[in-house]
């Protein structure tokens, strides 16, 4: 329950930073000038990066505009790891 409400989260605050990121910035000479997109992808972490599985989440800059995060593009990567599993509890 906690890694799906952490994993929901984060997804609604990189969708809010993205759909920010879509806005047109003006400068003093109302001129308008184009904003990159920022963007997320997710992938399954590695036994090396967490040992009961779980999530590399990818955020960076859309710096060629094609709506891909590219390996390049990736400027922080965070781990969303599972916890071990619990003692089993009595029966009753």
């Known amino acids: 329950m ?3 409400l952490a994993l929901l989260l984060i997804a609604l605050l990189m969708t809010s930073t993205t759909l920010a990121g879509c806005l047109e910035a003006s400068d003093d000479n109302n001129q308008t000038s184009e904003v990159q997109t ?3 992808s997710l992938e399954v972490a ?5 040992a009961n599985g779980g999530t590399l989440i990818h955020s960076g800059l859309d710096a060629d505009g ?3 995060l590219s390996t ?3 400027t922080f990567t965070q781990a969303v790891c599972n916890g071990a599993d619990g003692a089993d ?3 009753g």
């Open 38 to 40: 920022t963007l997320v």
């Open 72 to 74: 390049s593009e990736i």
């Open 89 to 91: 509890g009595s029966n």
């Open 66 to 68: 094609d709506g891909i």
């Open 2 to 4: 906690r890694r799906s």
């Open 46 to 50: 590695s036994t090396s990066d967490c």
